[in-house]
Antibody, heavy 119, light 108 residues
């Protein structure tokens, strides 16, 4: 069974760093792209970027380029989304997704990680 | 701002047919996919490609496209279909993904 299991909810202060994870199982992790999608409270879905764990080819949405870092560790079938300095506006649910190519649609979604940034 | 435009809200009488639309220039070149998202849950894929349903998606869901508009049609809407729907495709460059702003479907 294909699963994307994300790390648990986080509560952080502005300026702090954070790395959340997405662990894939039930398939060949290196042969599918892992993407990240943001959903701010009460708002729609926003695509952040995507990585191919097989060779770490990474693409960012222009809206998120420079704001986050996407990475993957294929040895443990895990992808990451990282911030170096969080802002209150980063408060959102973050989903990881799996897709066979770099194009949509993703066929599996993680359960989501809620990140709350508040002083 | 999104390059894909959806009506914020649509309503349908129980058992009737409803069409949810998604407009964008990139849809002239790329197919849209459609997701259903219920409160507190991750989105699930309901339609992709020309008109394909993943396993487990009821056949009352169908997709179509014409020009710059993609449509999700629910034939015989059920109470459990009342939720948010998002379209998704590539942007005009073909490199990046974009989502529509979402449509809240109300089943009366």
């Amino acid at each position: 069974e294909v699963q994307l299991v994300q790390s648990g909810a986080e509560v952080k202060k502005p300026g702090e760093s954070l790395k959340i994870s997405c662990k894939g199982s039930g398939y060949s992790f290196t042969r599918y792209w892992i993407g990240w999608v943001r959903q701010m409270p009460g708002k729609g879905l926003e695509w952040m970027g995507i990585i191919y764990p097989g060779d770490s080819d990474t693409r960012y949405s222009p809206s998120f380029q420079g704001q986050v870092t996407i990475s993957a560790d294929k040895s443990i079938s895990t992808a990451y989304l990282q911030w170096s300095s969080l802002k209150a506006s980063d408060t959102a649910m973050y989903y990881c997704t799996r897709s066979y190519t770099a194009a949509p649609p993703p066929d599996y979604w993680g359960q989501g990680t809620l990140v709350t940034v508040s002083s | 701002s999104s390059e894909l435009t959806q009506d914020p809200a649509v309503s349908v009488a129980l058992g009737q047919t409803v069409r949810i639309t998604c407009q964008g220039d990139s849809l002239r070149r790329y197919y849209a996919s459609w997701y259903q998202q219920k409160p507190g849950q991750a989105p699930i894929l309901v339609i992709y490609g020309q008109n394909n349903r993943p396993s487990g998606i009821p056949d009352r869901f169908s997709g179509s496209s014409s020009g710059n508009t993609a449509s999700l049609t629910i034939t015989g809407a059920q109470a459990e279909d009342e939720t948010d729907y998002y379209c998704n495709s590539r942007d005009s460059s073909g490199i990046y993904w974009v989502f529509g702003g979402g449509t809240k479907l109300t089943v009366l």
